[in-house]
Each structure stands twice: as structure tokens, then as C-alpha cells.
């Protein structure tokens, strides 16, 4: 009982040790959003410009892996059919 105890308090500990860090990064961003609007800005285009091509690439190894695996199921019927 002890011991489920001490998780949950270390888990909680946890928890806030997060909370604190996003505040603090928001702070820091806020800051940094009021201080460098154009640095803040450019950096948040460069940003956004690799998370789209990550979703590209991930949705072209996507198609590729669907693409594959039809592929693959129309192989195997076509060598199961009876002749």
C-alpha cells in the first residue's frame, strides 16, 4: 500500500515538474514573441515548413507501405489461383 502511495506522490511530483516547465517555456516564447516579433516570426515559418514536409514524407512512405502491401495481396492471389 506503501508503495502505490509513493508512486502516485511521485507521479504527481511529476506531473507539476511538467506544468512548470510548459509555463516556463510559454514565458520564455511570450517573451521572446514581444521582445523579436520578426526573429519570433521567422523562426515559427521555419518551423511550420518542416512539420510540412515531415507529413509529406510521411504520408508519401505511407502511400508507398498501402501501395506495397495491395501489391503484395494481389501477387499472392493471383499464385493461389488454380490453373
Not at 45 to 67: A, G, K, Y
Amino acid at each position: 500500500m506503501k508503495a502505490g502511495f509513493e508512486a502516485r506522490a511521485r507521479a504527481r511530483r511529476e506531473k507539476e515538474k511538467e506544468r512548470e516547465e510548459k509555463e516556463r517555456e510559454e514565458r520564455r516564447e511570450e517573451a521572446e514573441r514581444e521582445t523579436d516579433l520578426q526573429g519570433w516570426a521567422q523562426r515559427m515559418r521555419q518551423e511550420h515548413e518542416v512539420m510540412l514536409s515531415w507529413l509529406d514524407i510521411w504520408q508519401s512512405l505511407r502511400r508507398f507501405s498501402v501501395d506495397s502491401h495491395e501489391q503484395d495481396q494481389r501477387t499472392r492471389a493471383e499464385e493461389s489461383r488454380p490453373e
